[in-house]
Each structure stands twice: as structure tokens, then as C-alpha cells.
């Protein structure tokens, strides 16, 4: 079985300063796992994908997740925020060759101005 | 651009009304999803399609169908909408099924049953 947690159901930042938005998971084989954004009433945009390789993977609109095995995270990272970053952040895994992608509760992101 | 596109966007439909509910692409992607959303919680899969082949997921109610005319339309089609079917609808798309493929959505359905 494959799981995702986001432990924060809201991180607020400032603009300016560094956005961190915090993805576990749990898997039998080998994580596949991915970052997608959703602004209001919208569809769910994807930023970045972790395959294999290199742990630090670069995405859309200057975001990057860093994957760390040993501590099954893989947390979006972006260095100075935008007022226009606010939104909803998913993280999702897929286990090995399961078809089905497992989606986190979500992380509602707020930067003021 | 290739992209995802479902109409309408913004659908109400009375209590026990049949609705349809329309994803096109234009990406050539062999799989497409469908999903329910609700609240801004995360999306919950109803069912997908490999080229022809359905695949529905075991809690979707019997209420849900779903329609693969070809590979550049699919339908979701809800036979008696209740309340409790209220919620954003998700089409998506990826090349195939397993591993690293990356699912691209749509903007979404919003349906209100009244």
C-alpha cells in the first residue's frame, strides 16, 4: 500500500522569504512521486516529479523538492516566494508499477505582501 | 497548446437529473481519469481509461459511468445526481499507467445539485 502525508494543512510565509511545504511517504517499492499545484477552481497544475537519480529536482516557476530516502520525505522548496504562489500544494506518490497515484490531504499556502 | 479541456465548466443539475460532464484533449495521451474533488480536499480517483479499456475503482458508486468514444473524448455521466455528488469533477491524462508518468488535468467541472 502507498500513503502520503502533508503534516501541515496551512503554511503562511512572507513574501520574500523561503516557502517550504512538508510531503512524507510510505511505499513497498520504489517511489515515483510528484508535486502539483491547484489555484481556486482550478485544475491541478504539475510542478516536478522525482523519478531516480539526482535527489534534488528542479520544476515550474522556480520551485524544487528534495528527495531524502532515509527519512521518506520529499518537501517543496522554493527560495523567495511570491504573493502569487498562494495556493493548494499536493504532493502524490505512485508505488513501483501501480497505476494508481495517491494524493496527500493538500497544503494550503498563503504569502502575504 | 496541448492541453485538457472540460466543459462545462461551472454545470447544476437537479436532484435525480441524469448530467454529462465532457473532457477532450489534444495531448494523444492514452489514459484518462476521472476524478471527484471536494472541499479542496484531495482529488479521489472514480475510474480511468487505458485506450479502451475501463477500469473503475471499487467504492465508485454505480451512479457513475463513464463513456470513451476515442481517444480524444471521454464522459462522465452521473445517472441520479444527489446532494452528496455536489463537487468539482477532474478529467486527466498521462501517457500511460505506471511509474514515472506524470498525470496532466483539466480546469475541472464544478457541478451543484439542487
Known amino acids: 500500500a502507498q500513503s502520503v502525508a502533508q503534516p501541515e494543512d496551512q503554511v503562511n510565509v512572507a513574501e520574500g522569504n523561503p516557502l517550504t511545504v512538508k510531503c512524507t511517504y510510505s511505499v513497498s517499492g520504489n517511489p515515483y512521486l510528484f508535486w502539483y499545484v491547484q489555484y481556486p477552481n482550478r485544475g491541478l497544475q504539475f510542478l516536478l516529479k522525482y523519478i531516480t537519480g539526482d535527489n534534488l529536482v528542479k520544476g515550474s516557476y522556480g520551485f524544487e523538492a528534495e528527495f531524502n530516502k532515509s527519512q521518506t520525505s520529499f518537501h517543496l522548496k522554493k527560495p523567495s516566494a511570491l504573493v502569487s504562489d498562494s495556493a493548494l500544494y499536493f504532493c502524490?506518490?505512485?508505488?513501483?508499477?501501480?497505476?494508481?497515484?495517491?494524493f496527500g490531504a493538500g497544503t494550503t499556502v498563503t504569502v502575504r505582501a | 497548446d496541448a492541453m485538457v479541456i472540460q466543459n462545462p465548466r461551472y454545470q447544476v443539475t437537479q436532484f435525480g437529473k441524469p448530467v454529462t460532464l465532457s473532457c477532450s484533449q489534444t495531448?494523444?495521451?492514452?489514459?484518462m481519469y476521472w476524478y471527484q474533488q471536494k472541499s479542496s480536499q484531495a482529488p479521489k480517483l472514480l475510474f480511468h481509461y487505458y485506450d479502451k479499456d475501463f477500469n473503475n475503482e471499487a467504492d465508485t458508486p454505480d451512479n457513475f459511468q463513464s463513456r470513451r468514444p476515442n481517444t480524444s473524448f471521454c464522459f462522465l455521466d452521473i445517472r441520479s445526481p444527489g446532494l452528496g455528488d455536489a463537487a468539482m469533477y477532474l478529467c486527466?491524462?498521462?501517457?500511460?499507467?505506471?511509474?514515472?508518468?506524470?498525470?496532466?488535468f483539466g480546469p475541472g467541472t464544478r457541478l451543484t445539485v439542487t
Open positions: 495531448l494523444n495521451h492514452n489514459v
Open positions: 502524490a506518490v505512485r508505488d513501483g508499477d501501480d497505476y494508481k497515484l495517491s
Open positions: 486527466a491524462t498521462s501517457v500511460g499507467t505506471v511509474g514515472h508518468y506524470e498525470q496532466y
